[in-house]
């Protein structure tokens, strides 16, 4: 009787009124001692209130049945389908949407709806794969900064590959603990690619000369990332570099002449399908014919190797003893004397790698220059009452506990980095 009464007032009330009457039916429905009849007829009133024209009716509905344990599914999932003003407090609070109504919706919705199901609290794996394989922007970084969402790694990587380039969702992705390594030189690479794009489209520089400058500065980061990771990751790392083209031999000769022999190893281990040992034991075998083998199992280019050649007999002649800097940045005394030495073989198929190492020459020189700076700046003998300093003796204490001995280059596949 009432329900009937209800809808005889609906077709003269206007659409405010309907709404508040519609609110008030819906309550009645949830938390009022109706009987069975009483039930079933609110809620065929409420399925026929879904074609209301006005979506302040279809509004209220969802605003009193968006946390509902008890409302109607039917009306419910209609709800969920209507335009993102009515459906969004449906869409981000509902217990009734299972996972695969959440993806079902997902794949239709408008950015807002996307963004409501994105925010979700206690957001499941699968719904978050989906929204990180169509998702538009705005509902990965909703996803991304939702502290209840299970989020797969594999889901992170797929948001690296498509918005990665994005200066917001980048700065969340790497304030993330759990990302890999892997992930992180995925976006240092993204990142690259949006310089490099940025400055062409400006005219700043040429597109190839943008590119080529982009690249070497990511080569250059990926080193000091290396640098920075765990043991357990390393292997990852450098598969993942392999997969997406980027274990160059100028990246791995950038990696030796900085004296990361770890990186160098597992980056030939995994152009090679070999073991770390014994790539490790060829590397290290006083005997260089061995080294040359691995070297060309690798597919690394033959006119780059006298630069790997001398690298590796410097490194055992103890080049790097007394060296700083960790193994983030070129050494200087290396790349020199690398330099030197191919140079000597003036060979016609050397061109580009003696041009690369020039370049290494230079940016190593930079960057001793700007240490020995700092280390002046730092170290003011006035200020620290030091009246009676000597160069010398300054050079020798700030540097002598970084020095090493060129016997850790022997393999030690066990410990966690071998640094300079």
């Not at 079933?40 to 009716?57: C, F, H, N």
């Not at 279809?58 to 709800?79: D, E, I, N, T, Y």
């Not at 690296?160 to 976006?187: K, V």
Request: with cysteine; charged share 20%.
């Amino acid at each position: 009787m009432i329900v009937r009464q209800f809808l005889q007032w609906l077709r003269n009330a206007s659409p405010g009124e309907r709404a508040e009457a519609t609110s008030a039916l819906a309550r009645a429905y949830l938390h009022s001692d109706l009987s069975v009849d009483d039930l079933s007829a609110a809620e065929g009133a409420m399925i026929m209130l879904l074609d209301d024209p006005s979506p302040l009716v279809r509004g209220a509905l969802a605003q009193v049945f968006a946390s509902a344990q008890k409302a109607p599914p039917v009306v419910v999932h209609a709800l969920a389908a209507d335009q993102p003003e009515v459906a969004i407090p449906v869409l981000s609070r509902s217990p009734l949407l299972s996972d695969e109504d959440l993806v079902d919706l997902f794949a239709t919705a408008q950015p807002d709806s996307q963004v409501a199901i994105a925010s979700r609290a206690l957001l499941s794996s699968p719904v978050a794969a989906a929204i990180a394989e169509v998702g538009c922007a705005q509902a990965c970084l909703a996803l991304l900064e939702n502290l209840d969402a299970d989020i797969a790694l594999f889901s992170l990587d797929r948001i690296i590959e498509r918005f990665g380039h994005l200066a917001a969702i980048r700065e969340n992705l790497i304030a993330r603990h759990d990302l890999p390594m892997a992930s992180r030189q995925a976006l240092l690479a993204k990142l690259s690619q949006t310089l490099a794009g940025f400055v062409s489209a400006r005219h700043w520089l040429g597109s190839e000369h943008a590119e080529h400058a982009a690249r070497e500065a990511c080569e250059k980061a990926t080193v000091a990332l290396a640098a920075e990771t765990p043991y357990e990751e390393i292997a990852e790392l450098m598969r993942h570099l392999r997969q997406s083209g980027q274990l160059t031999a100028g990246m791995i000769l950038r990696a030796l002449l900085s004296g990361n022999v770890v990186l160098f190893e597992e980056a030939i281990a995994e152009l090679t399908g070999m073991s770390i040992d014994r790539v490790s034991a060829y590397i290290h075998d006083k005997h260089i014919s061995g080294f040359r083998a691995v070297y060309t199992k690798a597919g690394l280019p033959d006119a780059a190797y006298s630069a790997f050649r001398e690298a590796i007999a410097a490194l055992r002649d103890g080049i790097l003893v007394g060296e700083t800097g960790g193994v983030t940045r070129l050494k200087r005394r290396m790349v020199e004397h690398v330099l030197e030495a191919c140079v000597a073989e003036r060979r016609d198929d050397m061109a580009s790698l003696l041009a690369l190492l020039r370049r290494f020459a230079v940016e190593a020189a930079r960057e001793e220059a700007r240490m020995f700076c700092d280390d002046l700046v730092a170290y003011d003998p006035v200020a620290n009452g030091h009246v009676g300093y000597d160069r010398a003796t300054y050079d020798h204490t700030a540097y002598d506990h970084m020095a090493y001995d060129h016997t850790a280059y022997v393999p030690q596949i066990h410990e966690p980095r071998l640094v300079a």
